[in-house]
């Protein structure tokens, strides 16, 4: 068991690392050069040298990339020139509100993806078939499009939520962080009117942002049940009289989750940190509008940073799927154990 865990690890290690130095390469490939965007237009030689120099942009590369690295355990991510303040500082202050979009989303598309998928596999026929046509229409839309699409018909001819629009109504004053979460943070304060106006900004993008994975998770899940409802315990399990609901749950159901449990930390992540154009099409005050920026600026030290945060979740995500399989399937911790 010790020896998988040190194996994973490595590998997670090995990925992070790789990702950061593939972004490194990429950034400084692009043509332009940052000194001179910082310096601006009118600046001389002499201050983009400078301006250069401060960057240690006259480094060599590995150099360069080393002390980097070195920065980011440390904690020192660096200065963002494109927001005018600490990386850190800068990703922190606006990941609360990617993270609530996200995490709504997450938690719509898990219990989306059940109750499709339960309902496909309890009765087939048309609704099957409907479930299958909303997945793959639900696989086959970018989500920044679905968002376009939100804004135009429940914003702009409906009216019925908020448009792109950020996260609250402008006469509204955001609560005192406590979670960084408006929706809970509202609450704790008893607001009932900003609770429901900051959930009302939440509808159209959580919706544009789950769809993707919603559909993801409803095919996965539907074709594990379909496998699982034929399997010859099931058959056992009915032949004592247990009902077809109760059955269709606690076996068919439970026994189908593991190839979704192992998928939902990789898709979390890829939820955090994909939900840019998401948060651009909404004019959602997270990581997304201020990365945009950075990516046009060519600001390296913001960037990179989200680059690496980015890789260390996709294998925190990764790390959690298969450590919650391995506590729900008794197999995986047998196998794990013999090595």
Same mark, same amino acid.
């Given at each position: 068991?010790?020896?998988?865990?040190?194996?994973?690890?490595?590998? #997670?290690?090995?990925?992070?690392?790789?990702?950061?130095?593939?972004?490194?390469?990429?950034?400084?490939?692009?043509?332009?050069?940052?000194?001179?965007?910082?310096?601006?237009?009118?600046?001389?030689?002499?201050?983009?040298?400078?301006?250069?120099?401060?960057?240690?942009?006259?480094?060599?590369?590995?150099?360069?990339?080393?002390?980097?690295?070195?920065?980011?355990?440390?904690?020192?991510?660096?200065?963002?020139?494109?927001?005018?303040?600490?990386?850190?500082?800068?990703?922190?202050?606006?990941?609360?509100?990617?993270?609530?979009?996200?995490?709504?989303?997450?938690?719509?598309?898990?219990?989306?993806?059940?109750?499709?998928?339960?309902?496909?596999?309890?009765?087939?026929?048309?609704?099957?078939?409907?479930?299958?046509?909303?997945?793959?229409?639900?696989?086959?839309?970018?989500?920044?499009?679905?968002?376009?699409?939100?804004?135009?018909?429940? #914003?702009?001819?409906?009216?019925?939520?908020?448009?792109?629009?950020?996260?609250?109504?402008?006469?509204?004053?955001?609560?005192?962080?406590?979670?960084?979460?408006?929706?809970?943070?509202?609450?704790?304060?008893?607001?009932?009117?900003?609770?429901?106006?900051?959930?009302?900004?939440?509808?159209?993008?959580?919706?544009?942002?789950?769809?993707?994975?919603?559909?993801?998770?409803?095919?996965?899940?539907?074709?594990?049940?379909?496998?699982?409802?034929?399997?010859?315990?099931?058959?056992?399990?009915? #032949?004592?009289?247990?009902?077809?609901?109760?059955?269709?749950?606690?076996?068919?159901?439970?026994?189908?989750?593991?190839?979704?449990?192992?998928?939902?930390?990789?898709?979390?992540?890829?939820?955090?940190?994909? #939900?840019?154009?998401?948060?651009?099409?909404?004019?959602?005050?997270?990581?997304?509008?201020?990365?945009?920026?950075?990516?046009?600026?060519?600001?390296?030290?913001?960037?990179?940073?989200?680059?690496?945060?980015?890789?260390?979740?996709?294998?925190?995500?990764?790390?959690?799927?298969?450590?919650?399989?391995?506590?729900?399937?008794?197999?995986?911790?047998?196998?794990?154990?013999?090595?």
């Amino acid at each position: 068991m010790f020896r998988d865990i040190r194996q994973r690890l490595a590998a #997670s290690v090995v990925t992070i690392v790789l990702a950061s130095f593939v972004s490194f390469v990429v950034l400084r490939a692009l043509p332009g050069d940052p000194a001179r965007l910082i310096a601006g237009p009118l600046a001389g030689q002499e201050t983009i040298e400078a301006t250069r120099r401060g960057l240690g942009l006259d480094e060599p590369f590995f150099a360069q990339y080393g002390l980097f690295l070195w920065d980011f355990v440390r904690g020192d991510w660096g200065y963002s020139f494109s927001v005018g303040e600490q990386v850190r500082t800068a990703l922190t202050s606006r990941l609360a509100a990617t993270f609530e979009l996200a995490l709504y989303a997450f938690l719509l598309a898990i219990v989306g993806a059940l109750v499709c998928a339960s309902v496909a596999s309890f009765r087939p026929g048309l609704r099957r078939g409907l479930v299958r046509l909303f997945a793959l229409v639900g696989l086959g839309s970018p989500p920044f499009w679905v968002g376009l699409v939100l804004i135009v018909v429940f #914003s702009a001819q409906l009216g019925w939520w908020p448009g792109p629009s950020g996260r609250l109504s402008p006469q509204l004053v955001p609560p005192p962080s406590v979670t960084g979460f408006h929706t809970i943070d509202f609450a704790l304060q008893g607001d009932i009117i900003g609770v429901s106006d900051s959930a009302a900004h939440l509808v159209l993008p959580v919706l544009s942002l789950a769809l993707l994975p919603w559909a993801f998770l409803t095919r996965l899940l539907t074709a594990n049940m379909a496998d699982t409802a034929v399997q010859p315990y099931i058959l056992v399990v009915r #032949s004592k009289g247990v009902a077809a609901w109760p059955t269709h749950v606690r076996h068919v159901l439970a026994n189908s989750l593991l190839p979704t449990v192992s998928s939902c930390g990789l898709i979390l992540a890829t939820m955090i940190t994909g #939900s840019v154009l998401v948060e651009t099409v909404f004019n959602w005050p997270g990581v997304g509008a201020m990365l945009t920026e950075g990516i046009s600026s060519q600001d390296f030290a913001l960037v990179q940073s989200f680059i690496l945060l980015s890789a260390i979740l996709y294998v925190i995500g990764n790390l959690v799927g298969d450590a919650v399989n391995r506590m729900i399937d008794a197999r995986l911790r047998t196998s794990g154990a013999a090595q």
